[in-house]
């Protein structure tokens, strides 16, 4: 059961007062107050540090904080924020709502709201501190299966984000690992939405996907500041046909990047040795594998087949991802003690064996850029 008593005014400012404080150091020590126990005192610590960092709207009086395995497998407020952009209708479920992040931030654009959680103290946090934000939603503490079983309803969109854990903690990937089994009960889902969305591991890989997901037609990969965060795909009864994909690199300032699954295979690259500008694609782009269709989208060549590196002459300023000016040198060019950042791909050395052999320091504006063209081994200075 939840226990409100951790909302005591003095119980908070307690909280408040050791938010940088040893929590293991914390959890020897016996809790000052009768009515709520050390461990629910440092659970609630470990929110509001996670929140800071993951989901800082819900840094607000009368919050509470779940167990720290629910914090670590909910969506980033930016990631949701993005989601809820893309999504609207009538009628909105979330089948496996968990903290409720997602469900708070996607069902902004609908009218009504439905949360299933199999978690019954977890669900009432949930409500308790939606009460709190002024939203409301039918809290339904059911599994999954038995939900999919007793319901006789329609919605406009489903959503899920299954459990990415076996039942001995490990962290698992393929969708037959996963709970619920999203290939079991796909054609279940499709029965009562015309409209599935599935948050997935930033690992799993596409191909995967539509070979066992025949109803996918749209893929988002989603990165923030260059990490990719999550993939999503949207399921609909229809058949799909060419499948819309985006590249999105939230909080970077790039562009968006669209295209259609099946374009890569038709795309070829050219090859080049370095010219003026050398590009490296953010890592939305990277995990999307359109190594030759970014090639042909944006004009540029490539230097190298495993290298992945882009050239032109003239500056692509839209293209998403890094741009660097540069100049080829030879090994003997680099000055001892110099201070670069180093980027090394398809290239013998790692960075550290690379500082450690030319006796280079970490930082600064410069960058030395070790790689491969064609023609053998180069190396790139930033000018």
């Not at 929590?23 to 540090?49: A, M, T």
């Not at 009562?192 to 596409?206: E, H, N, T």
Request: glycine share 4%.
């Amino acid at each position: 059961m939840l226990n409100k008593a951790i909302l005591n005014k003095e119980i908070q400012n307690y909280i408040n007062a050791n938010l940088s404080a040893d929590l293991h150091s914390l959890l020897l020590k016996k809790s000052p107050f009768p009515d709520v126990s050390i461990q629910e005192i440092v659970q609630q610590i470990k929110g509001k540090q996670v929140a800071e960092k993951k989901f800082p709207f819900l840094l607000k009086e009368g919050i509470i904080f779940p167990p720290q395995l629910s914090l670590e497998q909910s969506s980033s407020e930016k990631t949701a924020f993005y989601k809820s952009t893309i999504l609207k209708g009538g009628k909105y479920i979330d089948l496996t709502s968990g903290f409720g992040i997602d469900a708070y931030y996607l069902s902004q654009n609908f009218e009504e709201i439905t949360l299933i959680e199999q978690n019954r103290e977890l669900l009432e946090i949930v409500e308790h501190n939606w009460t709190i934000l002024g939203k409301k939603a039918r809290f339904n503490n059911q599994k999954l299966e038995d939900f999919l079983s007793d319901n006789k309803e329609n919605f406009d969109t489903v959503y899920l984000d299954p459990a990415r854990r076996d039942a001995q903690k490990n962290k698992v990937f393929l969708l037959e690992d996963l709970s619920p089994n999203i290939i079991e009960i796909q054609q279940e889902l499709l029965s009562i939405s015309k409209q599935i969305v599935i948050k997935l591991s930033p690992l799993i890989d596409l191909k995967y996907l539509i070979s066992v997901l025949p109803n996918i037609f749209r893929i988002e990969i989603i990165a923030v500041k260059n990490d990719v965060k999550e993939v999503v795909i949207f399921l609909s009864k229809e058949n799909p046909g060419n499948i819309m994909c985006r590249c999105v690199n939230l909080e970077s300032g790039e562009s968006d990047f669209d295209y259609l699954f099946l374009d890569e295979e038709n795309a070829v690259s050219e090859y080049s040795e370095p010219e003026k500008f050398i590009y490296i694609p953010n890592n939305s782009i990277l995990k999307a594998g359109i190594f030759n269709l970014i090639s042909q989208k944006f004009g540029l060549k490539k230097l190298h087949p495993n290298t992945h590196f882009y050239t032109s002459h003239d500056k692509k300023t839209d293209f998403p991802g890094r741009i660097f000016e540069v100049e080829v040198i030879e090994a003997k060019q680099i000055k001892k003690k110099g201070q670069f950042n180093i980027i090394s791909k398809n290239y013998p050395l790692k960075p550290e064996e690379i500082k450690k052999k030319y006796a280079l320091k970490d930082g600064g504006k410069d960058y030395l850029i070790f790689t491969q063209s064609k023609k053998g081994k180069i190396i790139l200075k930033s000018v």
